[in-house]
Nanobody, 122 residues
């Protein structure tokens, strides 16, 4: 069992930056890859980025590449999503997710966080 607790989120003006955090806990959490998905109103949930807790392996979806960056703190079992140059179309509920070993576009996570709202007004 893996528990995911997100923090961050809120309202940010277009062009601004925001950082989301996801703290993972559980006996076998180091075997997991953590990442972020988002779901905008009326749209399907989509993959954003992911990183392995142990070892190399970072994935960022093309639509946010160059603006969003994912990082990790192994000592804290925490991953961060740094979002820069935010746009109104980035408005969504952002979910932390965990999947055993790897997490990439098209994968279905094993665990989900509760979600955090990010709003970028137009």
């Amino acid at each position: 069992q893996v528990q995911l607790v997100e923090s961050g989120g809120g309202l940010v003006q277009a062009g601004g930056s925001m950082r989301l955090s996801c703290a993972a806990s559980g006996r076998t959490v180091s075997n997991y890859a953590l990442g972020w998905f988002r779901q905008a109103p009326g749209r399907e949930r989509e993959f954003v980025a992911a990183v392995k807790l142990i070892g190399p392996g970072t994935y960022v979806t093309d639509s946010v590449k160059g603006r969003f960056f994912i990082d990790k703190d192994n000592a804290k079992n925490t991953v961060y999503l740094q979002m820069n140059s935010l746009k109104p179309e980035d408005t969504a509920v952002y979910y932390c997710a965990a999947k055993l070993f790897t997490l990439q576009l098209g994968d279905e996570p094993n665990y989900w966080g509760q979600g955090t709202q990010v709003t970028v007004p137009s």
